[in-house]
């Protein structure tokens, strides 16, 4: 399963913060309009450059132009580019995705980056989110990931419930428990060990962890 990492508008292009993201990049790398100024800035080229391109540098896209798959969408349209990204991901085949810096900065992107991830969820794609201080881990059936002791994980219902039938290595269990995205409770957990779990049996579970 080849792995998508969609690079979304940021603002570390804009200053000079050097936040670099530690992970191995090995698979399809998508520049989502102005996110593709953070890979010129870092010499990454990405495999696909997508959206209408209000915010992406102009010098930036020069570059990429003869390196680059340079698809245009016009600026009037109703659709994000992020979502527009994950589409030609679809299109393509491509459903193991990574979103970086979809959650981050405007609230209007943050949020609507996390609901929509619901609709292709149920086409059978499976999503990961990734910024600065958070990795978002989307789950539906059973996830099992590393943490140092201590961490913070918070676990919101991306669906109007979520079942949880059983949790390990959290400080505040839960078995075969509800969470409702109207309720706060799930927020705010630590990790016992340098592993834990989570088992879903129902709805879709949004897994929030500290960087």
Do not use: W
Not at 66 to 82: A, E, H, L, R, Y
Not at 85 to 108: H, K, M, P, S
Not at 118 to 132: A, D, M, S, V
Not at 169 to 179: A, M, T
């Amino acid at each position: 399963m080849q792995k998508v990492y969609i690079f979304c508008n940021n603002n570390y292009s804009y200053n000079n913060d050097n936040f670099t993201l530690d992970i191995d990049l090995s698979g399809i790398i998508i520049g989502s309009n102005g996110g593709a100024n953070y890979l010129c800035k870092k010499g990454i080229i990405p495999d696909v450059v997508i959206g209408d391109f209000d915010s992406i540098f102009p010098e930036c896209l020069d570059s990429l132009k003869n390196k680059s798959n340079i698809i245009k969408f016009p600026v009037d349209k109703d659709k994000s580019d992020t979502e527009l990204a994950v589409e030609y991901c679809v299109q393509n085949g491509f459903n193991n995705i990574t979103l970086i810096n979809a959650v981050d900065g405007r609230l209007d992107h943050s949020l609507v980056n996390i609901f929509f991830i619901e609709r292709f969820i149920k086409q059978g794609l499976t999503f990961q989110f990734l910024n600065r201080e958070n990795e978002i881990f989307v789950v539906t059936d059973k996830i099992q990931i590393n943490a140092e002791i201590g961490t913070i994980i918070s676990l919101i219902s991306l669906t109007d419930f979520t079942l949880v039938k059983k949790t390990e290595s959290l400080k505040f269990p839960l078995n075969n428990e509800k969470l409702y995205r109207s309720s706060s409770r799930g927020i705010s957990n630590t990790t016992t060990e340098e592993k834990f779990s989570i088992t879903v049996t129902c709805g879709i579970l949004l897994i929030i962890k500290e960087r």
